[in-house]
């Protein structure tokens, strides 16, 4: 079993920066990926940062405003968030992609961090 524990969020006014974390936890042999997904009512969640072996990529909506950072030796993962906008409020979920160490593959989700962005 893997376990994705997500941290920060809550209320900030716009342009203001704010940053999320995670870990993730359990029977992990090996991680692949580890990204921010983001979801508003009545939307489907849609693909905000993430970090692969080989680089990182980004929403075009947040390129320039986000930054994505992953640490390889503690599973981690943090999304720094710097001038917010109204439009970035949602739940941002954490995921996580790898291979556990019963050589099975897997995807894990985090239960989800409101931010919300209002003045």
């Known amino acids: 079993q893997v376990q994705l524990v997500e941290s920060g969020g809550g209320l900030v006014h716009p342009g203001e920066s704010s940053r999320l974390s995670c870990t993730a936890s359990g029977a992990i042999a090996s991680m692949s990926a580890m990204g921010w997904y983001r979801q508003v009512p009545g939307k489907q969640r849609e693909l905000v940062a993430v970090a692969t072996n080989g680089g990182t990529d980004y929403a075009d909506s947040v390129k320039g405003r986000f930054t994505i950072s992953r640490d390889n030796a503690k599973n981690t993962v943090d999304l720094e968030m710097d001038s917010l906008k109204p439009g970035d409020t949602a739940v941002y979920y954490c995921?996580?992609?790898?291979?556990?160490?019963?050589?099975?593959?897997?995807?894990?989700w985090g239960r989800g961090t409101l931010v919300t962005v209002s003045s």
């Open positions: 995921n996580a992609k790898g291979t556990s160490t019963a050589l099975i593959s897997f995807e894990q």
